[in-house]
Each structure stands twice: as structure tokens, then as C-alpha cells.
């Protein structure tokens, strides 16, 4: 079981530039959820997928930030026109359906100078 | 709205000893109320969660947590801290009609030798 994985672990864009982040989750989980993680903010809820389909996306910002899930091996979140308070940690996790815990990936970390 | 509080961001403990770290929800029902724990570049691991029935709770590696409904805590202890302890605990929680988890700003357990 390789766990949550998240690509790239690391990434920098420049101010205005689209980033996109990868997600693939456990073979098996059909729920899959994104985070953001800050030191200010600390850990926030962004988006829920189940079976593919999107359930909650209440904590999206609801400009520039978009969330997918094509198939069960993979989930997207792009941020488009990135800012510098867009920099954090994005947390990637993934469930059993009906299952209570959350599998967390080792998240990517979001730099836009 | 709900949420959850974590009063300290810092707790410093010798090898050996006890360790109490607190959390304090905020929700007019009773919600489902987890730990995770966070070690240095690794992603989020639940050590326990709580629904209802016995208020104190085992998890894993020694932990175990007290649900108090009077005091709308769910603190979380351990007898005896190893070094490997050494991590960032966060309380979260979650109402009974969403999955999304609600996290608190975590405490920073340090374990000296």
C-alpha cells in the first residue's frame, strides 16, 4: 500500500501563473478530500469528492481555485492566476466510503513568489 | 459554527512523563471528534476518534482521550512519552451530515531526553 500520492511535493510558480496539483488516492478509497494547510490559517477544508462526483466544495475560494476528479486513481486541484497568499501546504486525503478516517498524503508545497 | 480549539501551541514534556495535550469543540450537538498526529515530512495519521458510549477512548501507540460533554473537551493523554513522540497533534471534528473534518490549530509536543 503506497499510500496518498501527491505530485509534485514541491512547487513554485510566479505571481499570475496556473498551478496544478495531483492526487492519487489509496486503490480502494472512493472519497477523496483536499486541504490547505497554513500557519496562520492552520489546516482548512477545500473540497470532497465521492465516487467522483463533487459533494462539498464550501471551503473552495470561489475564484481562481478548481477541483476534479476524472477517474477513482486521480483527483486535480488547479489554481489559477496564482497570489502570494495562495502559498501553503495542499493536503491530499482519501477514505473508504463510509469509512471515518481520512489516509493523508505527504502534501505539496505551494510557493508563488 | 463549528469549530474546534486547541489553547496550546507548545507543550514540552521529559521522556517518561505524562502528557496531557487539550482540545475544545464548539457545536450544539455532539459532533465525531478525532486526533491526528503529524511527523516531520509525513502526512496526517489518526491516533483515535470518538462517536459515542465510553468517553475514554484507546488509539494507538499508548494514546487514549476523554470526551467530556459538560466541558465540551475531548482531551487527549498518554502515561509515559517517548522521544518518538515529538510531533504536531491536532484535535479535529465533523458533524454527523458532512465528512469534511474541522481541525484545530495543533500543539507542538517536544519531548526532551
Known amino acids: 500500500n503506497a499510500g496518498v500520492i501527491q505530485t509534485p511535493r514541491h512547487k513554485v510558480t510566479g505571481k499570475g501563473q496556473e498551478a496544478t496539483l495531483w492526487c492519487e488516492p489509496i486503490s480502494g478509497h472512493s472519497a477523496v478530500f483536499w486541504y490547505r494547510q497554513t500557519i496562520v490559517q492552520g489546516l482548512e477544508f477545500l473540497t470532497y469528492f465521492r465516487n467522483q462526483a463533487p459533494i462539498d466544495d464550501s471551503g473552495m475560494p470561489k475564484e481562481r481555485f478548481s477541483a476534479q476528479m476524472p477517474n477513482q486513481s486521480h483527483s486535480t486541484l488547479k489554481i489559477q492566476s496564482t497570489q502570494p497568499q495562495d502559498s501553503a501546504v495542499y493536503l491530499c486525503?482519501?477514505?473508504?466510503?463510509?469509512?471515518?478516517?481520512?489516509?493523508f498524503g505527504p502534501g505539496t508545497r505551494l510557493t508563488v513568489l | 459554527a463549528q469549530s474546534v480549539t486547541q489553547p496550546d501551541a507548545r507543550v514540552t514534556v521529559s521522556e517518561g512523563a505524562s502528557l496531557q495535550l487539550r482540545c475544545k469543540y464548539s457545536?450544539?450537538?455532539?459532533?465525531?471528534l478525532f486526533w491526528y498526529v503529524q511527523y516531520p515530512r509525513q502526512g496526517l495519521q489518526m491516533l483515535l476518534k470518538y462517536y459515542s458510549g465510553d468517553p475514554v477512548v484507546q488509539g494507538v501507540n499508548g494514546f487514549e482521550a476523554e470526551f467530556s460533554k459538560s466541558d465540551s473537551s475531548f482531551h487527549l493523554r498518554k502515561a509515559s512519552v517517548h522521544w518518538s513522540d515529538s510531533a504536531v497533534y491536532f484535535c479535529a471534528s465533523r458533524t454527523g451530515n458532512t465528512r469534511k473534518l474541522i481541525f484545530g490549530l495543533g500543539t507542538t509536543l517536544q519531548v526532551q531526553p
Open positions: 486525503a482519501s477514505s473508504l466510503l463510509g469509512g471515518d478516517e481520512q489516509y
Open positions: 457545536y450544539s450537538a455532539t459532533p465525531y
